[in-house]
């Protein structure tokens, strides 16, 4: 299954090239360069993993990454970031991000993390679908 | 463990190691756009030996790019070695052009961030005075990053240098937020610790930010 992939970061440069590669790899590829952009796609549209950087011009990836699982808790959020701190990574995780990859970034390791984001995106959004419907099951008197 | 810095030692201390981690940042931001250029003229290479065209306009833009972020990367290391160089001699003549040149340098990932910008003017002729490059550097970087927070709605800050009777002014303008900033706020003691090894003043006007600094700072 196609995985569906939304990339942020303010490089743009290194935003087409990744997301060139990802797509001939088989990935469902958007961009956002801002995260004002980013947040706008989230809502819009569905993804899978959002990989996104944690230092950007305007808002912190750490508020981009709080805006999201706000909103759309299922997206499963990796971070890039340019150095991997401990307190870093403690706030990230606690935001709810699955994951830390460190630039520059190995592609190989950053797909094996939006498959495992994808895998426990699909397992969030089955058990959401499992109580709704148990949800539909209990209010109808069948 | 009994010890204790002086405060302009601490502040100098504290702006090297946030100018160096910044510099470093923006180092791996660049490598991170080199490596995937690169990537992907390696992915170039293997859809060309499983017999797919290679686009030579792709190549070329690719590796233009690549030389690019190159002179990007060695923009970055030269604003890192002025700056490690500015404590080899603790006091000498200062083209205060230079001085300000690398501020900007050093600032631009920090201006960025704060959706600031910054906007200098370069003296038409050499604007110098004799003072210590590395508490001068630590004080205008304090100006400027205080300048960047009251930088208001116009999220603009100028900046020049100018002669000043024997010695030489530094201003930071365009400071539409700096009225509503308490007045006790700026300079705060790293500041002032800094001006008085400077034996310089700072004031502050309607929007801006000035620093007066001594033609040679024995006198």
Redesign the interface.
Known sequence: MTERVLLVDDEQEFLDSLAERMQSRGMNVSKAATPAEAIMKTEKESFDAVVLDLKMAGMDGLEVLRIIKEKRPEIQVILLTGHATVEAGVEAMKLGALDFVEKPANLAELTKKIKEAQAKKMILVDKATEAKIKEIIQAKAW | MPFKLDIVGETGLQFYGKMS?SM??EI??V???????A??LE?FAVMAKQGGAIEPQRVST?TT?IQG?IERANGIVKGMNQLAHSVDEPVKSLDLGQTLTLLVALSQRFA??R?VRLEPTLPSNAVTVTSSPFILQNLAWLCLDFAMQVAGNGKVVRLSVQPAGQGAQLKFSQLEGLGDKPAETFPGEQEKALLQALNAEVEMRIGEIVVTLPGDPTR
């Open positions: 981690a470093s940042h791996k931001n490598l991170s756009v080199i490596q995937e250029h990537g992907l992915d690719l790019k972020q960025s961030v959706g």
